[in-house]
């Protein structure tokens, strides 16, 4: 068998925004810089599936030249991250987010993005614009890419970042790096569940690599539901279509009953949960409790419609949005018909953000000498609720990690080469390919996905987050040792790429289900039923996944703060998320 | 204890098929044929075709077609999966439906399809095929 090794400075694990603003930021320092791509190029992980909003403190944006609010400054924008976060934000990383944010801005535009409009707070643009502009400037200075190909493991000597093992996905041969930094860059875990909102590669395997070479891992409990998200028909199911429609152009939604079932909430709560993007947390947080509640959609989901909105402005404003009703790929003529005629379509709350991940301080290193991370696959700015856009996150995370890498390379020793531990990681991959016969794993992934999207949804409970990780403790034990490939050839076989995801789709949710378990309180997009309050007086504190052995120590660290100290006290779920609001500025916008 | 597929597994040595959700229910009523370009190069010296019956849904896709192929009949099936958007973004899914070209996760089913991929000469496996010679760029 043939066989690679590639030496470089800096590898970067991820194809998309983070990935690709680490690589320019390390190459730019004149680090040798190979990027990986686990899709095709520019058109894998979320990013090309956002909007996309860039949010940018509102004085810079005027400052620009756009409609940005000039009464809005760094610290406003700062002070209401925190307060949207419920103040479990790592205040240094939200400096960070506030600080950046106007340079990574300009530099898009100098690279050639396209801007649709601006307002208050944000520009909007296209994911997809994003990551063209970012390919031609990785192309333009050298960035080595690698497409189709999954990491597999990291090779460590000494505690430090020696090397890397991945798969060529398409040829099925291995591929070995010697490398001196890593850049983990891999975005969210959405694969976990079913139905959801992701690309079909994002399955995580970066958080977990990065768990198990050393780097804790934390906030996993926190997890983003979009609201309003297409369930029906099949073609469309995980489009944010509807989500957008109802965002911009408003509409009604109702439970299987008819009840427009957001009249039941504070009016305040349900006027900024609607039109601001505190739509993710509650009206996915109103939308699932209908739905559990047994006044649900057939597919598990709400019903979305024009409601009382005449036809005529409804249309004009969704053909901003959608011209002609073509949304990307989409044609979506007969969803402008079904709304025309007064009916309604199926939406659900499916996942859409991790805001928590691999921990990494404010120059993003993580616990291992030489590896960092970057974007949604880190512990982020966001504390347990996102409003402002991930998009800024992703790449001010990935400008400062791969410019930090590069340097940390720079004066790195030479790497040494251990051949042992590539082949015995080799030997560990290898596993579902040779084992005769067994478990199919695209079998084990769907029946795990059903029951995370409803164990570990926006509503949860003790007892059902304790039966959720026995059965995911059960799958680890009895059932993966067990998969196995029907072909046994290497070329793109999807079972085994499968199987291998489905090794870090069982330990991220049982990391995050064990997290969820032990935080006893609600706060942000982590509901318990079982303890329906915000508990300042004992909860300001990140939840921490340790290794422990193979096993997990769920642990706790204070919340990270600079200039805002959080208030004491207990308070009711939607009480809390009323003050959060209430403490927001008056900038507007949807951020 | 709730297992996905073990307990049953151990039971009677074969395997259960996945749980029914109701999206799946509605599929039961009408069945279609699917026949598929078949080519595994590191084995076969020429390509075949195999044929599936999936149960049909109003306003289903190719690529869900080819999905219930994958996790319920077929295991040995290659179609572009391990990465891609679903939603008509990416474009990764392009392949020929009844001899037209199209995006498979975008191309309703109406009835009876034949699946190909664009051209006999890129093919890496069944549906799959190379866009780029190199594997990584420089």
């Known amino acids: 068998m043939k066989q690679e090794t590639i030496e470089t400075d800096v590898l970067i694990i991820g194809g998309g925004g983070a990935g690709f603003r680490a690589a320019i930021g390390a190459r730019e320092k004149g680090a040798e810089v190979v990027l990986l791509s686990k899709g095709p190029l520019a058109r894998c992980g979320a990013t090309p599936m956002a909007g996309a909003d860039f949010t940018v403190d509102g004085l810079s944006l005027s400052q620009m030249g756009f409609d940005g609010e000039p009464r809005d400054s760094k610290e406003t924008f700062f002070s209401d991250i925190v307060h949207q976060g419920y103040y479990m934000n790592n205040q240094k990383l939200v400096e960070q987010y506030v600080r950046a944010a106007p340079d990574r801005l300009k530099e898009l535009i100098a690279w050639g993005i396209k801007i649709i409009h601006s307002e208050e707070r944000a520009i909007f643009t296209s994911g997809v614009s994003i990551m063209d502009a970012l390919l031609r400037r990785a192309r333009s200075i050298g960035v080595r890419m690698a497409e189709d190909v999954m990491l597999l493991d990291l090779v460590t000597g000494g505690g430090k970042i020696e ?180 009916e309604t379509v199926e939406v659900g709350s499916l996942v859409e953000y991790f805001d928590g991940g691999i921990v990494v301080n404010e120059r993003f290193e993580t616990a291992v000498p030489g590896l960092y991370a970057a974007g949604e696959c880190a512990l982020g700015p966001f504390g347990s609720n996102r409003i402002a856009a991930a998009i800024t996150e992703m790449l001010v995370h990935g400008a400062d990690a791969g410019e930090n890498a590069a340097a940390y390379a720079a004066a790195a020793d030479a790497r040494k080469t251990d051949a042992a531990a590539f082949d015995e990681k080799e030997e560990a991959a290898l596993r579902p390919l040779v084992r005769p016969k067994g478990l199919r794993p695209a079998q084990v992934r769907r029946c795990i996905q059903e029951k995370a999207h409803k164990h570990l949804g926006p509503i949860r409970n003790g007892r059902e987050l304790q039966a959720f990780v026995d059965f995911v403790s059960a799958i680890k034990r009895d059932e993966l040792p067990q998969t196995a490939t029907s072909s046994k050839g290497r070329m793109y076989n999807k079972e085994w790429v499968d199987a291998l995801e489905l090794e870090s789709i069982v330990h991220l949710l049982e990391a995050a289900a064990r997290s969820a378990l032990f935080r006893t309180e609600s706060r942000g997009v982590h509901y318990r039923e079982d303890h329906p309050y915000t508990d300042n007086d004992n909860w300001l504190y990140e939840s921490l996944v340790k290794m422990s052995g193979d096993d997990f120590e769920i642990t706790k660290r204070p919340v990270t703060c600079t200039t805002i100290t959080p208030p004491r006290g207990v308070v009711s779920y939607l009480d809390m998320m009323k003050k959060m609001m209430e403490a927001h500025s008056d900038v507007g916008g949807h951020h | 204890m709730e297992y996905c597929l073990g307990n049953k597994h151990k039971r009677d040595g074969k395997m259960e098929k996945n749980r029914t959700t109701p999206r799946e229910k509605n599929m039961t009523q009408k069945k279609i044929t699917v026949k598929v370009f078949r080519f595994d190069p590191s084995v076969d010296t020429e390509p075949h075709y195999a044929t599936y019956e999936v149960p049909f849904s109003n306003g289903m896709s190719v690529m869900n077609a080819l999905d219930y192929i994958y996790q319920n009949l077929d295991g040995t099936l290659a179609y572009y999966d391990h990465a891609g958007c679903s939603l008509g973004i990416c474009a990764r899914c392009t392949g020929k439906i009844n001899g037209k070209a199209g995006l498979f996760c975008q191309t309703p089913v109406e009835g009876d399809t034949c699946l190909e991929p664009l051209s006999l000469s890129k093919v890496v496996k069944d549906l799959v095929a190379t866009r780029r010679g190199e594997s990584v760029e420089d």
């Not at chain 1, 398409?170 to 139905?195: C, D, L, N, Q």
């Not at chain 1, 993007?277 to 009206?283: A, D, G, M, T, V």
């Open chain 1, 163 to 342: 090397g890397a093992l991945a798969l060529d996905i398409k040829s099925g041969e291995f591929i070995r790096f010697k490398t001196k930094a890593v850049v983990m860059a891999t975005g969210g875990w959405h694969k976990a569940f079913w139905p959801n909102t992701g690309m079909r590669d994002l399955s995580g395997e970066g958080v977990v690599i990065a768990h198990r070479a050393g780097a804790d891992i934390g906030n996993m409990e926190f997890i983003t539901f979009a609201c309003n998200v297409l369930l029906s028909p099949m073609k469309w199911l995980g489009s944010i279509a509807t989500y957008m429609l109802h965002t911009t152009v408003g509409g009604e939604l109702t439970n299987q009953r008819g009840e427009a079932f957001l009249d039941k909430y504070d009016p305040y709560v349900v006027q900024k949960g609607t039109t601001m993007e505190w739509n993710k947390s509650f009206i996915s947080f109103a939308a699932t409790k209908e739905v559990r509640e047994g006044r649900g959609s057939p597919n598990g989901g709400i019903c979305y419609g024009r409601g009382r909105a005449d036809w005529e402005p409804f249309e004009f404003v969704a053909g901003i949005l959608f011209p002609n009703w073509k949304y990307k790929g989409l044609d979506l003529s007969e969803l402008g018909e079904k709304l025309k005629s007064g």
